[in-house]
């Protein structure tokens, strides 16, 4: 498997505004997922981004709200734009890697909570 | 109805106890299912993995699928302290590069020394 560095590993915030997560991995990979995982709920995918190319974006998630970058193979960040408390929620970064067949890994985690 | 529903928990066991974490699916498509565990604060950790129907088993783990009935368990035997954490099942129709992973809600297990 990988390493999958995230920073920060939580944080406070105002409302209003803006937060960047990072996310390293110690490999190149072709696919980076970002997840949603809010109290008591499944996770969810906010967006597939790939390297070279435009994120892609899943239904309920806009690219003003949670822009992405990928500037190479081993990082990406997600930003949470104009933040409310109903942004409160751990985002997780992942990547999907071949290991006897593709798997999903996924990094620490960061636990936002917005006032 | 939800794609995938999982037991919800939370479930608290003795030490040495014998685990059955459930998750039922309504998509007879899916074809590839995963449990990942989840300590607190950290993220969800692949633990089992498997293709179509069948059992596999990983020491204390033991990963059952039965696409018939659209039911995924995970057995956990001689359950320890350090099992505890929240236990989310996902399942996908085809790999992970062009088929988008549905995970259950998770279920918090307690094991008590």
């Known amino acids: 498997s990988a390493v999958i560095s995230q920073k920060p590993s939580r944080d406070i915030c105002q409302r209003g505004t803006s937060l960047t997560i990072q996310c390293q991995v110690d490999?190149?990979?072709?696919?980076m997922f970002w997840y949603r995982q809010q109290p008591g709920q499944s996770l969810t995918l906010i967006a597939t981004?790939?390297?070279?190319?435009?994120?892609?974006?899943e239904s309920g998630f806009v690219i003003d709200k949670f822009p992405i970058s990928r500037p190479n193979l081993t990082f990406s960040t997600l930003t949470v734009s104009n933040m409310s408390p109903e942004d409160s929620s751990i985002y997780l970064c992942?990547?999907?890697?071949?290991?006897?067949?593709?798997?999903?890994?996924f990094g620490s985690g960061t636990q936002l909570s917005v006032l | 109805q939800k794609e995938v529903e999982q037991d919800p928990g939370p479930l608290s066991v003795p030490e040495g106890a014998i685990v059955s974490l459930n998750c039922t699916y309504s998509?007879?498509?899916?074809?590839?299912f995963m449990w990942y565990r989840q300590y607190s604060r950290k993220g969800p950790e692949l633990l089992m993995y498997?293709?179509?129907?069948g059992n596999k088993e990983d020491g204390r783990f033991t990963a059952q699928v039965d696409k018939s009935s659209k039911y995924i368990s995970l057995f956990i035997r001689d359950s320890q302290p350090s099992d505890s954490a929240t236990y989310l099942c996902?399942?996908?129709?085809?790999?992970?590069?062009?088929?988008?992973?549905?995970f259950g809600e998770g279920t918090q297990l307690t094991v008590n020394p």
């Open positions: 992942s990547v999907a890697l071949f290991v006897g067949a593709e798997k999903l890994f």
């Open positions: 490999s190149q990979v072709t696919m």
């Open positions: 981004a790939n390297q070279g190319s435009e994120a892609t974006y």
């Open positions: 998509n007879s498509a899916f074809q590839y």
């Open positions: 498997t293709y179509s129907s």
């Open positions: 996902a399942m996908s129709v085809g790999e992970t590069s062009g088929s988008r992973l549905t």
